[in-house]
């Protein structure tokens, strides 16, 4: 996951929330957010393989209707809004990181150049 990515993640969860998508559309968008499709109850379950810690969740399809119930999207939505939010920390701290290496890089340069 990049921050390109991320973005896209961000602007089709907005644009779903102010439609009412194809159900299609919402198991893309958790696709996306690197949930998989598994055997559930009733319905199949989408579990997260990036952070096991959040929730698995279904998204029905009653009634042969290609469009989600404003219920089944908001409930969707919200789940795929903490996978985006666990990415945006994730992404955050690896930044963080990288520009403490890249400080540190720079300060041994310094040190080395001057002795």
Known sequence: MNRKKLDKI???????????PKLADLE??????GREKTAGGKHPMW???CFPQLRAFPIP?????PEASFTVRDSVLEYLEADALAFEE???EIET?????REIE???GDNNGSG
Not at 28 to 33: N, P, Q, V
């Open 106 to 108: 720079k300060r041994n």
């Open 28 to 33: 893309k968008l958790a696709r996306m957010c």
């Open 61 to 65: 399809h009653h009634g042969g209707n």
């Open 10 to 20: 961000w602007q089709a969860i907005e644009a779903s929330k102010r439609k009412r």
């Open 90 to 92: 994730a992404l955050n």
């Open 97 to 101: 990181q990288e520009g403490q290496g």
């Open 47 to 49: 579990i997260s393989t």
